[in-house]
């Protein structure tokens, strides 16, 4: 299948830093990417949809200013997490959109843990 | 998109089929039936998906009901490493917005 790289696996911060996650699509292009958000022992959650080129488009309840994405290439998706704090601790987790044909498929990354100390 | 429904958790010996049923009884006929699965503290993996027909791949196979209202998705020879929450979701091709659900918490046991 195809490849999505996500970087960092793993960043512990201090409470107000900010921290950027990326997610690569390594072998294909994708248009559309998302953020997902997963606590312990809970499903994984929708945060926002990435479009190339255009601004994202937020859930409700995911505050767009304290979780900036930006989609500049057709290979690559940014969430920042601006002004972290505790409860922003989560594991977060991209996925890039595969299409064509009847091949419509997300991949996703590796996912990323956030601790906010 | 048409909701799912699956057992919260399964046991499986290691060795033998994993079995694992999906309910989506209100799929309509643009859907597909689309399986994930996603091992402890990892991102999930695409499995398998189909519309009507079987589907087999070098994972798993996929069976469909024929009025679509079900289906099972099946390892054949289960190992330890498919330990992993299993999702099923129903999705309309022209779509590309994973909803996930609980999933099936698959246990495989020595």
């Known amino acids: 299948g195809a490849v999505v790289s996500q970087h960092p696996s793993w960043v512990i911060c201090k409470s107000g830093t900010s921290v950027k996650i990326e997610c690569r699509s390594l072998d294909f292009q994708a248009t559309t990417m998302f953020w997902y958000r997963q606590f312990p022992k809970q499903s994984l959650m929708l945060m926002a949809t990435?479009?190339?080129?255009?601004?994202?488009?937020?859930e409700q309840g995911v505050e767009k200013d304290k979780f900036l994405i930006n989609h500049a290439s057709l290979t690559l998706s940014t969430l920042t997490v601006t002004s972290a704090h505790p409860e922003d601790s989560s594991f977060y987790i991209c996925?890039?959109?595969?299409?064509?044909?009847?091949?419509?498929?997300?991949?996703f990354g590796a996912g990323t843990r956030l601790s906010v100390l | 998109d048409a909701k799912t429904t699956q057992p919260p958790s399964m046991d499986c010996a290691e060795g033998r089929a994993a079995n694992l049923p999906c309910n989506h009884s209100t799929i309509s006929g643009n859907e597909y039936v689309y399986w994930y699965r996603q091992i402890h503290s990892q991102g999930p993996q695409y499995i398998i998906h189909g519309l009507k027909n079987n589907e087999t791949n070098e994972m798993a196979s996929l069976i469909i009901t024929e009025d679509r209202k079900s289906s099972t998705l099946i390892l054949p020879h289960a190992t330890l490493r498919d330990t992993a929450v299993y999702y099923c979701?129903?999705?309309?091709?022209?779509?590309?917005?994973?909803?996930f659900g609980g999933g099936t918490r698959l246990m495989v046991k020595p």
């Open positions: 979701i129903a999705l309309n091709n022209a779509g590309n917005m994973l909803t």
């Open positions: 990435s479009n190339e080129g255009s601004k994202a488009t937020y």
């Open positions: 996925s890039a959109y595969l299409s064509g044909g009847s091949k419509n498929i997300q991949y």
